[in-house]
């Protein structure tokens, strides 16, 4: 998990963002997980700063159901397919809508590394299915 505190949306000091990923292939054993090739501290930045966006469009278009939903703890999972080429590729979205995550926001957080390095079992490269979670704290 990584968390950054610096999120700043007038209105919602206490907002809290954490992100994690990890693979959810339960029967596939890898040698080594699929990883946002530009670094792992990079990527979630980048999804810290997409929600950080995300939350100010809502603040200023929806105020009152973000006030509605003061004092929640909530969870956005995005998952993904990580091919032998090193591609994301959006596969789901749940508890998306709440937070106005669509499939063009998923994706372009998915596409803020351009490239993942992909799963390897045995020392062969090997798609690999990807949970990103985002724990959103109003």
Not at 1 to 19: K, M, R, T, Y
Not at 29 to 42: H, I, L, N
Not at 77 to 92: H, M, P, T, Y
């Amino acid at each position: 998990s990584v968390v950054f505190s610096d999120i700043e949306v007038e209105g919602f000091e206490n907002l809290w963002i954490q992100s994690s990923i990890k693979c959810i292939d339960a029967d596939s054993v890898y040698s080594d997980f699929a990883r946002p090739q530009c670094g792992k501290t990079r990527f979630m930045y980048s999804v810290q700063k997409t929600m950080q966006k995300l939350f100010r469009v809502i603040a200023n278009k929806y105020p009152d159901e973000l006030l509605a939903m003061y004092g929640t703890n909530n969870q956005v999972f995005i998952d993904f397919l990580v091919n032998e080429d090193g591609d994301a590729v959006l596969q789901s979205i749940t508890n998306g809508a709440t937070f106005g995550i669509d499939q063009k926001i998923a994706q372009k957080i998915l596409n803020s590394c351009k490239k993942w390095v992909p799963a390897k079992i045995n020392n062969t490269v090997s798609r690999s299915k990807v949970r990103l979670q985002i724990d959103i704290s109003l």
